[in-house]
Nanobody, 129 residues
Framework: QAQLVESGGGLVQAGGSLRLSCAAS????????MGWFRQAPGKEREFVAG????????YYADSVKGRFTISRDNAKNTVYLQMNSLKPEDAAVYYC??????????????????????WGQGTQVTVSS
């Protein structure tokens, strides 16, 4: 059974950086669309970034574009989210998600949580002002 495990969260000052990792076990991420979402207290889960199965296409929420970078290392079975120039409003629990339903999909609606069928447990990111 597949499992996604996020790590790399923590406390950082505004303007700082963190790199989140999402390690998959039980199946390979190679060939599958992956995404990152976040949820702050009292708010709905929101899309942050997505990456195609090939890594050739990436997608970002407007709020993080230019500051965050999603990438994947299929050899390490891991997806990353590099977060730079962090702001207090970036504080949230960050979740990794996988679309295991379709291999090499060109139709994943990356911005929609419903497009993903597997989620990690989340990692907390706190940004102090």
């Amino acid at each position: 059974q597949a499992q996604l495990v996020e790590s790399g969260g923590g406390l950082v000052q505004a303007g700082g950086s963190l790199r989140l990792s999402c390690a998959a076990s039980g199946r390979t991420v190679s060939g599958y669309s992956m995404g990152w979402f976040r949820q702050a207290p009292g708010k709905e889960r929101e899309f942050v970034a997505g990456i195609s199965w090939s890594g050739g296409r990436t997608y970002y929420a407007d709020s993080v574009k230019g500051r965050f970078t999603i990438s994947r290392d299929n050899a390490k079975n891991t997806v990353y989210l590099q977060m730079n120039s962090l702001k207090p409003e970036d504080a949230a629990v960050y979740y990794c998600a996988a679309d295991w339903a379709q291999k090499q999909s060109y139709y994943t609606d990356y911005r929609q949580a419903a497009a993903y069928n597997d989620w990690g447990q989340g990692t907390q990111v706190t940004v102090s002002s």
